[in-house]
């Protein structure tokens, strides 16, 4: 297994996507608005990083998250 920092507009990508592959087959989830998600790791729209700083993670396992 390897830990990688999401770094790339494409590993942020694969990262918001990742519940949707992990709950699709739960009738109870509810997918969030992937927009809301993009704003929430963006510094310029979401005040929390004012005082904060995120560091997302993927985990790759046979090259898949």
Partial sequence: MKIVPVKTKKDLKKFIKLPFQLYKDDPNWVAPLIIDQ?????SQKNP????SEV???LAF?????
């Fill in 38 to 42: 993009k704003h929430m790791f963006n």
């Fill in 61 to 65: 396992r046979n090259n898949k998250v």
């Fill in 55 to 57: 560091q997302p993670f």
């Fill in 48 to 51: 929390y990083y004012q005082h």
